[in-house]
């Protein structure tokens, strides 16, 4: 009987650990949610919180063994959904982290697959553990989720809701002008990135905004990029598209620190709409609006 105890235990608590490391690094669980193509990026940031509450929950309820049961078969489909889904990727051929334990740790489907495949032996073996039901000293346990459910989405909200009365505006429209005339891009629509391949943000935008392109069939060419060069690594580009754009190829230059700073006024990234030249709309990590972009660059067909 101790056995199973600690069985149960153990396996509320990998799903407690799985839901508290995605939390750590939740923008990279939600980029991961979104770059499956199958939803919006809004929508995706809420549904991995919401994902993350509800595995916090099951794993409290295997600890406490209240409403074991119906925990139980939660657990069961939970474990059915992922598992069947990580098939799905190996049989694709992903070989990339699959977040089911956060960025801290790494694990690709394969592995996360077999930690799956040990956690429904492990269930079985605990199936028939008895229920508590809720009484005076359990009923704590509801009240106590929604709150931390609710102290989810304050303490790291959903980029719709920081989006909300914020409008960046860090370009020096003069110096933008220059950057643009010599380029060429004062012709025609263009989303215009202003990235450092060093930068965590940038790097996130970048998965975002490949989602973008995916979901919605943007033209690659209509998008171009200007990255700030600080050493002689930064004028390879090409991994920072292998690893965080999909393989994809973008037009690009690479400016000099001294040239790129003052367009930006040192913030990055920054993303422009432009227009034959002309700044329509300016947006950063946050800001940046899968709706207002594809609906942009759709009108150059």
Known sequence: MIWKHLVRIVLGMVFCVSAILKLISIEDF??????????????????????????????????TRIWF??????????????????LWRIFIGDTESCHCLGELI???PKASLLKNAVSCIALAFVWKT?????????IWIFPAYIVILAVIFIILPPDAYLRIGRTPNDVVQERLDEV??????????????????KCEFCRNTMVKLTGIINRHGLSEEDIYFFFMKTTKEDTDIMPFFDEFADGKRFPYTVLHHKVFLPVT?????????????RLLKEYDYITLDESEISEFLNKNE
């Open 30 to 63: 939600e980029l991961y949610v979104f770059s499956l193509g199958l939803s919006g990026f809004d929508f995706s940031s809420i549904l991995s919180r919401l994902l993350v509450g509800i595995e916090l929950l099951v794993g409290v309820l295997f600890v």
């Open 69 to 86: 049961r119906a925990a139980s078969w939660t657990y069961a489909l939970m474990l059915g959904g992922f598992s069947a889904f990580l």
């Open 106 to 108: 790494d694990m690709d």
């Open 130 to 138: 008895p229920s508590r039901n809720l009484n005076v000293k359990t």
């Open 180 to 197: 643009v005339e010599e380029s060429g891009l004062d012709d025609g629509r263009k989303v215009v990135c202003f990235f450092s391949s």
């Open 265 to 277: 006024d040192g913030s990055m990234p920054v993303i422009l709409a432009i227009e034959d030249g």
